[in-house]
């Protein structure tokens, strides 16, 4: 059955980087793209971009330009997001998601990744 | 960016009831519309996409319509585990918007 499993809970100083793993498992790796969607306490659901998984290509939400970056590891069927110079308003949810389809969507989705940006 | 506008932001029904709620797109998005449960501390769970196809699994109860800038999620008849937000999302250019959310509440 087809998982995604992120890597755990940080905890980072402002003006610091975080990187967050997503494993996958279940399908062939390469087919698909992997999409990072966060979540800020209370808030609703942020798109922040994508990778492909065959081709390593990426697209950014606007907004992350410059302070994000995605990656793979297709030896392992691991997606990477790491975001830099964290902010307070950076707290949030990370959650990595399965893309597939003719009409994109998101049908799979890993547990969710807590990134507390504090001092 | 394309907007999506979500109606109501929130909402009280009773078990039974059918629910519906609309999502709105800033410019024509053809079908290019996809429909997700959250329940707290869950991750998302898709629901509908391609504005009208129900993913594998989900009950008929949900359905979804629409096309082009004006969308719709229902509920034939409102069950305890459907308490919860939902959140359409659009997919008709590369950079993906989601609607702010409407939290179905327990009348």
């Known amino acids: 059955q087809v998982q995604l499993v992120q890597s755990g809970a940080e905890v980072k100083n402002p003006g610091a980087s975080v990187k967050v793993s997503c494993k996958a498992s279940?399908?062939?790796?390469?087919?698909?793209?992997i999409t990072w969607v966060r979540q800020a306490p209370g808030q609703g659901l942020e798109w922040m971009g994508w990778?492909?998984?065959?081709?390593?290509?990426?697209n950014f939400a606007q907004k992350l330009q410059g302070r994000v970056t995605m990656t793979t590891d297709t030896s392992t069927g691991t997606a990477y997001m790491e975001l830099r110079s964290l902010r307070s308003d950076d707290t949030a949810m990370y959650f990595c998601?399965?893309?597939?389809?003719?009409?994109?969507?998101?049908?799979?989705w890993g547990q969710g990744t807590l990134v507390t940006v504090s001092s | 960016d394309i907007q999506m506008t979500q109606s109501p932001s929130s909402l009280s029904a009773s078990v039974g009831d059918r629910v519906t709620i609309t999502c709105r797109a800033s410019?024509?998005?053809?079908?290019?519309l996809n429909w997700y449960q959250q329940k707290p501390g869950k991750a998302p769970n898709l629901l509908i996409f391609?504005?009208?196809t129900l993913q594998s699994g989900v009950p008929s109860r949900f359905s979804g319509s629409g096309s082009g800038t004006d969308f719709t999620l229902t509920i034939t008849s409102l069950q305890p585990v459907d308490f919860a937000t939902y959140y359409c999302?659009?997919?008709?250019?590369?950079?993906?918007?989601f609607g702010q959310g409407t939290k179905v509440e327990i009348k």
């Open positions: 998601a399965r893309e597939g389809g003719a009409h994109p969507y998101a049908d799979y």
């Open positions: 279940g399908y062939t790796f390469s087919s698909y793209s």
């Open positions: 990778i492909s998984g065959y081709t390593g290509d990426t």
């Open positions: 410019q024509s998005i053809g079908s290019y």
């Open positions: 391609a504005a009208s």
């Open positions: 999302q659009q997919s008709y250019n590369s950079k993906w918007t």
